[in-house]
Nanobody, 115 residues
Framework: QVQLVESGGGLVQAGGSLRLSCEAS????????MGWYRQAPGKQRELVAL???????NYADSVKGRFTISRDNAKNMVFLQMNSVRPEDTAVYYC?????????WGQGTQVTVSS
């Protein structure tokens, strides 16, 4: 029932910035969990940043101080502002949603950081 649509991925130079967007549609539970995961080739999917159901945020240690998660509840959107990107940030980035009876990721968007 819930659908996630991502945008904003692409190629960016090291030290540059990029903003990812995710729009959720359907029966969105008010006290949901939404955020971002990423997966590099040959590696496991890992948490990047997350809003938990209480409204607090979690960040991976590797992105603290560089990435910022934000949201627009009126539009059911979540964003990831990526600053000072590094080649090791290269991965497929997935929007994530968890609510009653739903636990899913979007289709993913490729982010490639050139050195």
């Amino acid at each position: 029932q819930v659908q996630l649509v991502e945008s904003g991925g692409g190629l960016v130079q090291a030290g540059g910035s990029l903003r990812l967007s995710c729009e959720a549609s359907g029966a969105i539970f008010r006290f949901n969990v939404m955020g971002w995961y990423r997966q590099a080739p040959g590696k496991q999917r890992e948490l990047v940043a997350l809003f938990n159901s209480g409204g607090s945020t979690n960040y991976a240690d590797s992105v603290k101080g560089r990435f910022t998660i934000s949201r627009d509840n009126a539009k059911n959107m979540v964003f990831l502002q990526m600053n000072s990107v590094r080649p090791e940030d290269t991965a497929v980035y997935y929007c994530y949603y968890r609510g009653p009876g739903s636990n899913l990721w979007g289709q993913g968007t490729q982010v490639t950081v050139s050195s």
